[in-house]
């Protein structure tokens, strides 16, 4: 079960641990949003996180992410990859799709919008580190990809995702992310996990997706 008072220290010191990385770069901790990935975590969970005033969620999965939401109060943000099998019940429900990483899901977004009559916010997922078993567009096809998307979709094209390579120094990533939602005239750099997320601030991060630091370990699935 959840523990509420667990996962509201939790989010406590996360926040403080934001506004410190922030302030120490001189950026306002306000123009952060953390998004907290429930995914694996039950709907209590989210209340629990809810309750302890956090509005903004992650999931990877659709079909589970509907197990759980909506929830008034809350914004969904699907971040994981997205089959386009699944993509009109991502638009129907997501406040926010996070893994925009080919044209064939572009165009099943594009039909899902039309015919629920509504588009969330869309990123696009750049694989900054070029690893073949992640998902997001290769770097060298990036720039060609989001301008076609912002073409395609406007504004609701708001910015760029990514997860660096585990090993290393991902500072060097977040930049690269960065710079390239610069180039574009891109608001939103999602970037930052529960292991990262001080050094994504410090590199220009405007959204942290924060699972085991909030909720704790998660169950793997059956």
């Known amino acids: 079960m959840s523990d509420p008072s667990l996962i509201a220290r939790n989010l406590e010191t996360i926040r403080t641990r934001i506004a ?3 302030r120490n770069v001189g950026r306002d901790p306000e123009a952060i949003t953390l998004i907290a990935v429930s995914k694996t ?3 209590e969970a989210v209340l629990a996180a809810m309750a302890a005033g956090a509005s903004v969620f992650g999931e990877n999965r659709v079909q589970e992410a509907a197990s ?3 929830i008034a109060g809350a914004k969904l943000h699907i971040i994981g ?3 386009t099998n699944k993509a009109e019940q991502a638009v129907r429900l997501a406040d926010s799709i996070d893994s925009l990483d080919r044209p064939r899901l572009a165009d099943a977004i594009a039909r899902a919008a039309e015919a629920a009559g509504r588009l969330p916010e869309l990123l696009v997922q750049v694989n900054i580190g070029d690893e073949p078993q992640k998902s997001g567009i290769p770097t060298a096809e990036a720039d060609a990809f989001i301008r076609l998307m912002r073409a395609r979709f406007g504004t609701a094209l ?3 995702m990514c997860i660096p390579p585990a090993e290393g120094d991902p500072t060097p990533f977040f930049h690269k992310l960065a710079a390239m939602a610069d180039t574009h005239g891109l608001p939103v750099r999602s970037m930052g996990m529960s292991g990262d997320y001080e050094s994504a601030i410090a ?3 405007t959204h942290i997706r924060i ?3 909030i909720f704790g370990h998660r169950d793997l699935p059956a």
């Open 158 to 160: 708001q910015g760029l």
């Open 20 to 22: 410190t990385a922030a």
């Open 41 to 43: 975590h039950p709907k």
């Open 203 to 205: 590199a220009g991060a």
């Open 81 to 83: 990859g997205l089959q």
């Open 211 to 213: 699972g085991t630091a």
């Open 68 to 70: 759980k939401f909506p």
